[in-house]
């Protein structure tokens, strides 16, 4: 009983740490936030800290993913909400770039992550997280016949990075339209994607073959 409980508070002091360094985070930005303040703010001891995490980066790292986790999950969440799968695909790619310019996220997410990971790590994050769903959410529409068949990784890739380009131009922008723009503009640019109606169905063994 007493190693349940201890195991509990040990889970809500990092739970708490997660939450006040996110908050601190996102409105001052990580070089402006000392350890000192957040042990402070979340009323914990350094020790406490410590005992969580081995350093301030590595604190970082978690609040990053918690960040990631909940950006994938608005995108699915948009992505459900509809039945017909190209639609459920450009939904969740829509999502994804308003979710950048959410300022709980942004600086967390687009700013300060490349910077303080540096930009391979902050790459692999990214990889392993949305850019794991958008590989699966393309094969799923090779295999419908909805795309032309062609090799999943580089066109993941590819349209990772553009979307990524665009969510670090969209965190630095300071006009208001520029989302609605960015919008038009990966609508027009997934539209030229889809396979002609008059097409051929694309079959699955075709897309293993071009895994």
Same mark, same amino acid.
């Given at each position: 009983?007493?190693?349940?409980?201890?195991?509990?508070?040990?889970?809500?002091?990092?739970?708490?740490?997660?939450?006040?360094?996110?908050?601190?985070?996102?409105?001052?930005?990580?070089?402006?936030?000392?350890?000192?303040?957040?042990?402070?703010?979340?009323?914990?001891?350094?020790?406490?800290?410590?005992?969580?995490?081995?350093?301030?980066?590595?604190?970082?790292?978690?609040?990053?993913?918690?960040?990631?986790? =909940?950006?994938?999950?608005?995108? @699915?969440?948009?992505?459900?909400?509809? *039945?017909?799968?190209? $639609? #459920?695909?450009?939904? &969740?790619?829509?999502?994804?770039?308003t979710a950048?310019?959410?300022?709980?996220?942004?600086?967390?997410?687009?700013?300060?992550?490349?910077?303080?990971?540096?930009?391979?790590?902050?790459?692999?994050?990214?990889?392993?997280?949305?850019?794991?769903?958008?590989?699966?959410?393309?094969?799923?529409?090779?295999?419908?016949?909805?795309?032309?068949?062609?090799?999943?990784?580089?066109?993941?890739?590819?349209?990772?990075?553009?979307?990524? =380009?665009?969510?670090?131009?969209? @965190?630095?922008?300071?006009?208001?339209? *520029?989302?609605?723009a $960015? #919008?038009?503009?990966l &609508?027009?640019?997934?539209?030229?994607?889809?396979?002609?109606?008059?097409?051929?169905?694309?079959?699955?063994?075709?897309?293993?073959?071009?895994?």
């Open positions: 009983m007493a190693q349940g409980v201890r195991a509990q508070q040990r889970e809500q002091t990092r739970r708490e740490l997660l939450r006040q360094s996110r908050r601190l985070f996102a409105d001052r930005g990580y070089a402006a936030v000392g350890l000192a303040e957040i042990v402070r703010v979340a009323g914990v001891t350094k020790g406490a800290l410590y005992h969580h995490f081995a350093s301030k980066e590595e604190l970082f790292r978690a609040v990053l993913a918690e960040v990631q986790d =909940e950006v994938g999950r608005r995108v @699915a969440t948009a992505a459900e909400a509809h *039945d017909d799968p190209w $639609t #459920r695909f450009t939904a &969740g790619c829509q999502e994804f770039l950048s310019t959410d300022p709980d996220l942004q600086r967390i997410m687009l700013v300060d992550g490349p910077s303080v990971l540096g930009w391979h790590e902050w790459r692999a994050l990214d990889e392993a997280a949305s850019g794991r769903h958008l590989a699966e959410a393309l094969t799923d529409l090779l295999a419908a016949g909805l795309i032309p068949a062609q090799p999943v990784a580089p066109l993941t890739h590819l349209l990772s990075g553009a979307m990524n =380009e665009a969510a670090l131009w969209l @965190a630095r922008s300071t006009d208001p339209a *520029d989302l609605s $960015t #919008r038009a503009a &609508g027009r640019m997934l539209d030229a994607l889809r396979a002609p109606a008059t097409g051929g169905t694309c079959r699955a063994d075709a897309v293993r073959d071009t895994r």
